[in-house]
């Protein structure tokens, strides 16, 4: 199973882009890469997710390099309430998500 | 949009006391799954289930058992609480069909503590 490697946390000026990087160099070609964040005291909530195309959502933009051993997740314009843990998931063939323990990200007005 | 209920925020019990978490969802998924989440460890998965009746070992199955007599409704159970089972515990959901290409949806978690 893929694991993927995240920096334990990060800062970001309120209104500035976030890039978070993963590493996931271990990545079948048919596992998908997955991005969740978790506010305290919530559960993870979906952001995206992709195979090889890059991806963008109402929320976020997911670019996953050509060999698909890395991704990053970019938030275009960062919020206070962005602050959150985000985890970078490989979804195995069978269905299973293993959760590494994620970047911080602290927003910093 | 897709909600997954678990029946208790906070839950405090004894030690060896038998335990149970119910976890609702509302959108016909065939797919549950129950995690805890520890400092340091991450989530990890400790059984899922793709069926009514159906049940599957995750990474941490030791101390707990599930039942799941009806599509919406996933239970977890420790059979006899240890405080080592004190943790926060996760519920998900996700349609079936085996595809990789569905999210799983998370419920807001119960904070047990075992004493």
Redesign the interface.
């Known amino acids: 199973d893929a694991k993927t490697t995240q920096p334990p946390s990060m800062d970001c000026a309120e209104g500035r882009a976030a890039n978070l990087p993963c590493n996931h160099s271990t990545i079948s070609g048919n596992e998908y890469v997955y991005w969740y964040r978790q506010i305290h005291s919530q559960g993870p909530q979906y952001i995206i997710h992709g195979l090889k195309n890059n991806e963008t959502n109402e929320m976020a933009s997911l670019i996953i390099t050509e060999d698909r051993k890395s991704s990053t997740l970019i938030l275009p314009h960062a919020t206070l309430r962005d602050t959150a843990v985000y985890y970078c998931i490989v979804l195995n063939t069978g269905n299973q998500f293993y959760f590494g323990t994620g970047t911080s990200l602290t927003v910093i007005p | 949009d897709v909600k997954?209920t678990q029946s208790s925020r906070y839950l405090v019990k004894r030690t060896g006391e038998k335990v149970f978490l119910e976890c609702v969802q509302d959108m016909d998924h065939e797919?549950m799954?129950w995690?805890r989440q520890d400092p340091?460890?991450?989530?990890?998965?400790i059984y899922?289930s793709y069926d009514v009746k159906m049940k599957e070992k995750?990474d941490i199955p030791e101390g707990y058992s599930v039942s799941r007599e009806k599509k919406e409704r996933f239970s977890l159970i420790l059979e006899s609480a240890s405080t080592n089972q004190t943790s926060m515990y996760?519920c998900?959901s996700?349609p079936g069909g085996?595809?990789?290409?569905v999210?799983?949806?998370?419920?807001?978690?119960t904070r047990l503590s075992i004493l």
């Open positions: 997954v797919n799954f995690y340091g460890l991450g989530l990890r998965l899922f995750g996760l998900a996700s085996g595809r990789q290409s999210a799983q949806h998370f419920g807001d978690g």
